[in-house]
Protein backbone atom coordinates (compact mmCIF):
# COMPACT_ATOMS: atom_id res chain seq x y z
CA UNK A 1 0.00 0.00 0.00
CA UNK A 2 1.63 3.55 -0.94
CA UNK A 3 1.62 6.21 1.49
CA UNK A 4 -0.51 9.33 0.36
CA UNK A 5 0.86 12.23 -0.90
CA UNK A 6 1.63 15.51 1.47
CA UNK A 7 -0.51 18.25 0.96
CA UNK A 8 2.72 20.27 0.02
CA UNK A 9 3.57 17.85 -2.61
CA UNK A 10 4.65 19.88 -5.67
CA UNK A 11 3.77 23.26 -5.14
CA UNK A 12 6.73 25.71 -5.58
CA UNK A 13 6.06 28.27 -3.40
CA UNK A 14 5.96 25.53 -0.19
CA UNK A 15 8.94 23.00 -1.19
CA UNK A 16 11.52 26.03 -3.01
CA UNK A 17 10.08 29.01 -1.10
CA UNK A 18 11.65 31.86 -1.69
CA UNK A 19 14.35 32.65 1.89
CA UNK A 20 15.21 36.26 3.39
CA UNK A 21 17.85 37.19 0.82
CA UNK A 22 15.16 37.08 -2.19
CA UNK A 23 16.57 33.39 -3.40
CA UNK A 24 14.65 30.15 -3.42
CA UNK A 25 16.02 27.82 -1.09
CA UNK A 26 14.59 23.92 0.44
CA UNK A 27 13.01 23.97 3.72
CA UNK A 28 14.66 21.38 6.14
CA UNK A 29 11.87 19.51 6.46
CA UNK A 30 11.94 18.20 3.16
CA UNK A 31 15.63 17.01 3.05
CA UNK A 32 14.20 14.21 5.05
CA UNK A 33 11.05 13.60 2.61
CA UNK A 34 11.51 10.18 0.66
CA UNK A 35 9.29 11.55 -1.94
CA UNK A 36 11.86 14.89 -2.07
CA UNK A 37 12.86 14.33 -6.02
CA UNK A 38 9.36 13.61 -7.40
CA UNK A 39 8.10 16.76 -5.43
CA UNK A 40 10.82 19.09 -6.60
CA UNK A 41 10.38 17.82 -10.62
CA UNK A 42 6.25 17.93 -9.76
CA UNK A 43 6.92 21.44 -8.60
CA UNK A 44 9.26 22.56 -11.68
CA UNK A 45 6.87 21.14 -14.25
CA UNK A 46 3.75 23.84 -12.87
CA UNK A 47 2.88 26.38 -14.64
CA UNK A 48 4.96 28.50 -11.20
CA UNK A 49 7.59 26.56 -11.55
CA UNK A 50 8.30 26.58 -15.58
CA UNK A 51 8.28 30.67 -15.12
CA UNK A 52 10.58 30.30 -12.16
CA UNK A 53 12.96 28.28 -14.43
CA UNK A 54 12.66 30.96 -17.19
CA UNK A 55 13.83 33.55 -14.84
CA UNK A 56 16.61 31.73 -14.31
CA UNK A 57 17.47 31.33 -18.18
CA UNK A 58 16.90 35.38 -18.48
CA UNK A 59 19.48 35.64 -15.68
CA UNK A 60 22.16 32.81 -17.05
CA UNK A 61 24.92 34.49 -18.77
CA UNK A 62 25.28 34.22 -22.79
CA UNK A 63 28.54 32.45 -23.39
CA UNK A 64 29.14 33.00 -27.20
CA UNK A 65 26.59 31.95 -30.07
CA UNK A 66 26.95 28.41 -28.56
CA UNK A 67 25.28 29.83 -25.31
CA UNK A 68 22.81 31.84 -27.09
CA UNK A 69 21.55 29.33 -29.73
CA UNK A 70 21.17 26.98 -26.30
CA UNK A 71 19.00 29.71 -24.03
CA UNK A 72 16.94 30.40 -27.51
CA UNK A 73 16.18 26.59 -27.49
CA UNK A 74 15.40 26.17 -24.03
CA UNK A 75 12.98 29.47 -23.66
CA UNK A 76 11.80 27.91 -26.51
CA UNK A 77 10.80 24.43 -25.10
CA UNK A 78 9.41 26.01 -21.75
CA UNK A 79 7.05 28.21 -24.24
CA UNK A 80 5.68 25.15 -25.54
CA UNK A 81 5.30 23.38 -22.30
CA UNK A 82 3.38 26.22 -21.08
CA UNK A 83 1.20 26.51 -24.50
CA UNK A 84 0.57 23.05 -23.56
CA UNK A 85 -0.01 22.95 -20.05
CA UNK A 86 -2.54 25.59 -21.21
CA UNK A 87 -4.30 23.84 -23.71
CA UNK A 88 -4.82 20.95 -21.22
CA UNK A 89 -6.45 23.08 -18.50
CA UNK A 90 -9.26 23.72 -21.02
Given at each position: ????????FG??????????????????????????????????????????RD???????????????KR???????????????????
Amino acid sequence: MTEPQKDCFGLLEKVFPLGDQGLREVPPQCFDCPDRKACMQAALGTRDGMAFRDELLERSPEDGILGRIKRWSEKKSLARQMKEDEKSKK
